[in-house]
């Protein structure tokens, strides 16, 4: 696992609230309540995730006092998923309206009956299909609030920040350099100014040529790859991002 044995690259989040009093009761509380627990398909489910040791992706007994390192509570996300085969499904609904019609009565089969058969065959091929399964780590800093998690991706990233609001009942934002930019903007008086700034605009060497006019007046990087406009400050595009998560949180 990379946090415990090499490099790694991560997404920071910050743990903004204070900590209860009851804290480790509650956190006990939820991570029993938050384990992984496999895909059932009794229920037709095509997705899990919860929490699992880090070092051991089938050990969901987890004990705070176990998972401490140091400052540091350290755990791991498993995430499940079952992907139907298209093609198989396609054919399965085929023949099962094909069975239908065989008597000759009807030329086709309604709206609705042709869904349930569909969902039908498509519950039947996810009970068959194997999980792919994918484990991600998160060390949190307890005290000070720091976070990282293991994952770029923004399917891994969702699930955790459910998991870990659902688990804990705290809110974390997850430190993007436009958020960074933010705060410090905020602590020196120029949060009017940083929403002012717009982003700047790239583009290679060979394109600029062909078409200068799209840029105006430039300003060319040593290597000669990337150049932006002299009259645009840049923001990096991650802001968005930082607003789309802040907007979601607050949707929740």
Not at 75 to 100: C, F, H, M, W, Y
Not at 175 to 199: C, D, H, I, R, V
Not at 242 to 249: S, V
Request: proline residues 4%; contains cysteine; glycine residues 6%.
């Amino acid at each position: 696992m990379p946090f415990t044995s090499g490099s790694v690259s991560c997404v920071v989040y910050r743990v903004a609230e204070s900590l209860p009093e009851d804290f480790k009761e509650k956190a006990q509380k939820g991570l029993k309540r938050y384990a992984f627990q496999p895909i059932n398909p009794a229920r037709n489910e095509d997705r899990a995730a919860g929490w699992v040791n880090p070092l051991d992706l089938l050990s969901t007994d987890l004990r705070l006092d176990r998972q401490l390192l140091g400052d540091y509570l350290y755990l791991g996300v498993r995430i499940d998923k079952k992907s139907p085969n298209r093609a198989v499904l396609a054919a399965r609904v085929q023949t099962a309206v094909a069975e239908r019609l065989k008597d000759g009565q009807r030329k086709r089969l309604g709206a609705d009956e042709r869904r349930a058969i569909q969902a039908e065959a498509r519950n039947k091929l996810l009970a068959e299909t194997s999980a792919s399964t994918a484990v991600y780590e998160a060390l949190w800093n307890v005290e000070a609030g720091w976070l990282f998690f293991s994952s770029h991706g923004p399917t891994a990233n969702n699930e955790f920040l459910d998991l870990f609001a659902s688990t804990f009942e705290l809110e974390i934002t997850p430190m993007l350099p436009y958020t960074y930019a933010e705060q410090w903007a905020e602590s020196n008086g120029l949060s009017g100014a940083l929403e002012s700034l717009e982003e700047g605009v790239f583009c290679r060497r060979k394109r600029l040529a062909a078409a200068p006019e799209l840029v105006g007046p430039v300003s060319a990087a040593a290597s000669g790859v990337a150049v932006s406009t002299a009259r645009t400050a840049h923001v990096d595009r991650t802001a968005s991002a930082a607003r789309t998560a802040r907007g979601g949180r607050e949707g929740r």
